[in-house]
């Protein structure tokens, strides 16, 4: 898969609810995912598809989602893109709500990809 | 300044149209300034302010612009942040109408920042 089409099978497995099955697909084995800041106390930096997994299954048991929104993809030359994600709901331990927005940058290598960098 | 002052100093310019006045006090003397396409012909990349605040003549020559609005800083680590754009205007030269929507990806290295990238 070239740059665009691995950006526009990463927005619809969000916007479809299967960016968890997508991991295989589209991340290298030891891709990097970078948060903006250490939010988790486990660090900011975690590697390898099961830890991306790990978060994906933290986040969707942590919170209770009510609204949200994918962009279209945005491209930079031949190994980058970047995402924007708006979600609203709330902390289901604190009952506290959110309206957050972020942005996702990606790096693409040998047709995977390789980093995902998060903006907050 | 640390990131989050010059993040916020570089959204406030380009609110307020000062984006280029912000050029000497926010950007090292040879910072970069990529963009997703080579969109002018004259490459992706160019070096300095000077080549940059042409970049900003450029586009201000070109376009007619009838809305803008422009994020709140994202920010990632110690050292970037990201920016959302939306302008809405049209091309001078040929009338046609634009509505576009970008990311710029900052870094920021002994307070000035010395890489910008956008991607569309």
Same mark, same amino acid.
């Given at each position: 898969m070239d740059?665009?089409?691995?950006a526009n099978e990463l927005v619809a497995g969000?916007?479809?609810d299967r960016a968890k099955e997508n991991l295989e697909k589209l991340y290298a084995p030891d891709a990097v995912?970078?948060?903006?800041v250490d939010y988790?106390?486990?660090g900011r930096e975690m590697?390898?598809?099961?830890?991306?997994?790990?978060?994906?299954?933290?986040?969707?048991g942590a919170h209770e989602v009510s609204g949200?929104? @994918?962009?279209?993809? #945005?491209v930079h030359g031949e190994d980058r893109f970047a995402v924007i994600f708006e979600v609203q709901g709330k902390v289901k331990e604190t009952g506290e709500a959110f309206d957050m927005r972020e942005v996702g940058v990606y790096h693409v290598a040998?047709?995977?990809? @390789?980093?995902?960098? #998060?903006?907050y």
């Open positions: 740059l665009k089409e691995i969000c916007r479809e995912s970078v948060e903006a988790s106390g486990m590697q390898g598809r099961e830890a991306i997994r790990g978060k994906h299954d933290w986040w969707e949200a929104s @994918v962009s279209d993809p #945005f040998d047709g995977k990809i @390789v980093r995902e960098e #998060f903006f």
